[in-house]
């Protein structure tokens, strides 16, 4: 493995989001503008003094004149990036590594993603014609997730009623957290009772075990490490990014048994290594993850190493990744807060632990945070892409 | 037609029954009692082919070199339907697979045609007529495949073969129509009833036997099936349709009857009155004990699972239901089906060569150990196989929701996710053993998409046999 990373190598002197929901009036263009002009204005440069542009959307635009158009960028680098779910994270890797390379000083990464225009409910799929025999065709992604809950009671031996009330508690803690966040879709906590008793979508998943459908739109400046000081004094360094494609064994191989994403233990691993975090649980100061649906934020806590393998639904049950727990998961509400709009999220997630570094996080501030972690999943289990990155407040002496 | 004879039959019925007190009940019209079986949402004449045709080779392992294929409902017109039961059976390209459409005599034409050439006839229909008509109440759905070859091999020799033609109007339906219209049914059965006679006493006559020990008439008219009985009679039984008119497949279900019931020795009249009068001799041999099909048809029959009438008018479109707010499905493209045709058709993936790792669908490089060498074709579609974990989704499209969807792992290696035929939530849990079976998932576009399912068995465990090839797989 010869995955270095650039641990310290950029920092994000500013970000920008806009509040998720149904933007009806809003288009995909009004939100990656919003989203860019916040992070201008913060860093108090202009549009013209940028180098060079990524964009993350899944379908809410092709190639980089989506965003070249919107802002009417004159004649600069604009890459248009997609990889499922990560789209958004992507968008904000490739720019880092842009700025790296030293080819270019100011990057900005915007994730965007206009979901709502579709009268449908959930994500759409874009695939090439094939011969229709495609799982995925069928299947809907909270169906496909919903294979997690029963193959982990049976793994694990866990009574389905401890499993449900760990769902349970997940859906509950992400909606206390998105109560405190002025830009989630979802600003009101929900009863454990509103959560079980919700219309059933797919096996013992309910409504509120899934994530939202919202548009919005995040956005990150980056820069060399050396240079972060002229935009702001208190940057977000980054200490490492990972993504893991892999070869899609599990939905063809009996032994993958739906209790774990090996692409997430191997970008996870990869990101820790290039940051030089030994133990998650005792050193990260908070962690966004990918909480398309309850169980997966359940597999998600062990995968990352944040609980033994077969323990997280104990850890989560007692409280450890609450906002006073021993680390705090989805403080910001998460995916089950802010709906997913896929190109945004990623950046979503990395503004989160923008502000907590800054003490800007308002009723969910946490107490002195130094080292986060970011995670998207993009795909299903057994056929996905992962992506992690930690990002601290200070760089590494 | 000396010298040949029927080599294997196998019947298939959906398991689907509708109850007719309940269509009764929502019509306010005496429709009967008892049942009728119906093709769920997700089969055709087509796939209920593949049923048959399968469950035929599969106890009779056999490559013939023609395929009839007999339907008064094809799924398609200027597409032969009998190349995609030959695709899902994995008949060598080599052979010929033609369409007999589409009336009730095109059963007596495919199994004509077959038995001049030793091949296969498959017989299939779905029997559609507007709701409260007598084909609802009255008809079925079903299929069945006749394996014809040598006299010396066979369960029942052909000994005589009759025909009459007729031009009558008596029952008739135009192209694309789900209703067909029958002129008053006692016209039908004063002009048929001479041929039947006439058509009857020649074979008899060529046998040179008064009367044989069974006789079975079909025909789509009533009438006919209930008087007709009282003419031309058998020794031992007298039999018409067993479960229902089934159109063009009705002739060979009423055969596979016979030969459930027949003892080896005795003779069979077989008479369809329908555009004319058919008429087929058969004398049973000493095979047909080792060669009844493993469950009778009537067996089959007694079984099945209540479909309510308001699911069987939306199955059949005649009630249109609310989608759920999703995307339908993008209509299946004709290259990558024709590159992918193993695998969608006859459910072949690979094996790698280096480490055995079985790809379903067949990829180049193993995902497993990395080998790129070329692998091995392996169909599953008669393997057994264990449901993983499974799932019930109720957002996803489906003609007939919820979809219900398995992981499923088979014997040897493999493994897919794949929806749950004739779905019975219940019947379902980590563990349970399922098999294959070839269904339409959707149809966009105006293509229809088949593919395969699994299926938790009516009787027992799913078992079944691999087919290897190293020649990279039959197309």
């Known amino acids: 493995m010869s995955s270095r990373g650039i641990c310290d190598r950029v920092a994000v002197v500013g970000m920008g989001c806009t509040p998720f929901g149904e933007h009806w009036s809003s288009s995909a263009e009004d939100l990656l503008v919003d989203a860019a002009e916040e992070v201008l204005a913060g860093a108090r440069i202009a549009n013209q003094d940028i180098d060079a542009y990524w964009l993350g959307t899944l379908g809410s635009g092709q190639s980089g004149l989506t965003l070249s158009r919107a802002l009417s960028v004159d004649y600069k680098p604009v890459t248009r990036v997609e990889n499922y779910c990560a789209t958004g994270s992507e968008a904000f890797r490739n720019a880092c590594y842009a700025v790296a390379s030293g080819a270019y000083d100011r990057v900005l990464a915007v994730g965007v993603e206009k979901l709502k225009d579709s009268g449908f409910s959930g994500l759409l799929r874009s695939d090439p014609p094939g011969d229709g025999t495609a799982a995925e065709l069928s299947l809907t992604a909270p169906a496909a997730f919903s294979l997690l809950d029963p193959a982990y009671c049976a793994r694990y031996g866990v009574d389905s009623a401890d499993v449900r009330a760990a769902m349970t508690h997940i859906a509950w803690k992400n909606h206390e957290n998105g109560s405190r966040n002025p830009k989630a879709q979802y600003r009101s906590p929900v009863s454990k009772e509103k959560i079980e008793q919700a219309p059933v979508v797919a096996g013992r998943l309910g409504v509120l075990d899934c994530s939202g459908v919202s548009d919005g739109a995040a956005a990150a400046l980056i820069v060399r490490a050396e240079h972060a000081a002229d935009y702001t004094d208190r940057p977000m360094y980054v200490k490492g990014l990972s993504l893991a494609a892999g070869p899609a064994r599990g939905a063809m191989d009996p032994d993958y048994d739906y209790t774990t994403f090996p692409e997430v233990v191997h970008s996870v691993r990869d990101a820790l290594r290039q940051a030089g975090v030994g133990d998650p649980r005792e050193e990260l100061s908070l962690a966004e993850v990918h909480d398309c649906f309850t169980p997966t934020e359940l597999v998600l806590m062990e995968d990352m190493g944040f609980a033994e393998r077969g323990q997280a639904w104990k850890d989560i049950l007692e409280g450890a990744f609450e906002l006073d727990g021993k680390l705090p998961v989805n403080p910001d509400g998460g995916l089950k807060s802010f709906g997913h709009p896929v190109g945004a999220s990623g950046l979503r997630m990395l503004y989160e632990c923008w502000l907590q570094f800054r003490g800007e996080a308002g009723r969910r501030q946490l107490p002195d945070p130094r080292l986060a972690l970011t995670h998207n999943l993009g795909g299903r289990p057994g056929n996905c892409v992962s992506f992690v990155s930690v990002v601290g407040s200070e760089p590494t002496m | ?475």
Not at chain 2, 107 to 113: D, E, F, I, Q, S
Not at chain 2, 174 to 201: I, T
């Open chain 2, 1 to 475: 037609m000396s010298g040949k004879g029927i080599l294997a039959y196998a019947s298939h019925l959906p398991v689907g029954r509708l109850w007719l007190d309940e269509l009764g009940a929502a019509l306010g019209t005496g429709a009967g009692s008892g049942t009728r079986p119906v093709a769920s949402f997700d089969e055709d004449s087509t796939t209920m082919g593949v049923e048959a045709a399968s469950a035929l080779l599969h106890a009779h392992p056999a490559e013939p070199g023609s395929v009839y294929f007999a339907t008064s409902s094809p799924v398609y017109a200027d597409k032969t339907n009998a190349t995609t039961v030959h695709a899902a059976v994995a008949l060598p390209e080599t052979g010929f697979a033609a369409d007999v459409a589409g009336s009730a005599r095109s059963g007596v034409a495919a199994c004509r045609a077959a038995a001049s050439c030793d091949g296969l006839a498959v017989l299939a229909d779905i029997r559609t007529g507007k709701p409260g008509s007598v084909d609802e109440s009255a008809g079925a759905d079903g299929s069945v495949a006749l394996l014809f070859g040598p006299a010396s091999d066979s369960l029942a020799e052909i000994r005589q073969q009759h025909s009459l033609s007729a031009e009558i109007l008596d029952r008739w339906r135009e192209p694309g129509s789900m209703a067909a219209a029958q002129w008053e049914e006692r016209f039908g059965f004063e002009a048929y009833l001479p041929l039947l006679r006439r058509v009857a006493m020649r074979v008899l006559d060529a046998e040179g036997i008064e009367q044989a020990d069974h006789v079975v008439l079909t025909s789509p008219n009533r009438e006919i099936r209930k008087r007709g009985v009282k003419v031309v009679t058998g020794t031992l039984s007298t039999e018409t349709t067993v479960a229902g008119h089934a159109g063009a497949a009705d002739v060979g279900l009423a055969i596979a009857d016979a030969l459930d019931r027949a003892e080896p020795g005795e003779t069979i009249l077989v008479l369809q009155a329908a555009d004319g009068c058919d008429a087929l001799l058969l004398r049973t041999t000493s095979l047909l004990a080792d060669r009844r099909q493993p469950t009778p048809l009537r067996a089959r029959l007694g079984q099945g699972n209540k479909v309510s009438y308001l699911t069987y008018l939306s199955w059949r479109g005649w009630l249109e239901r609310e989608p759920p707010r999703r995307p339908e499905p993008e209509r299946p493209a004709g290259p990558p089906s024709a590159r992918g045709r193993a695998w969608k058709f006859s459910f072949t993936g690979s094996v790698c060569a280096s480490c055995e790792f079985v790809h379903l669908p067949p990829a180049r490089v193993c995902k497993r150990c990395g080998s790129s060498a070329p692998m091995a074709s392996r169909s599953l579609a008669g393997a057994g196989a264990t449901v993983a974990t499974y799932t019930v989704d109720r957002l996803a499209f489906s003609p007939s929701p919820p979809l219900v969807e398995a992981v499923v792992d088979f014997d040897g290696g493999g493994r897919y996710t794949l929806e749950v035929a004739d779905a019975q939530q219940d019947a379902l849990a980590v563990g349970t053993r399922v098999g294959l079976s070839f269904r339409r998932l959707f149809t966009a576009g105006g293509v229809h998409n088949y593919f395969w399912k699994a299926r938790v068995p009516a009787d027992g465990a799913a078992s079944g046999v691999e087919q290897e090839h190293s020649d990279g797989g039959r197309q």
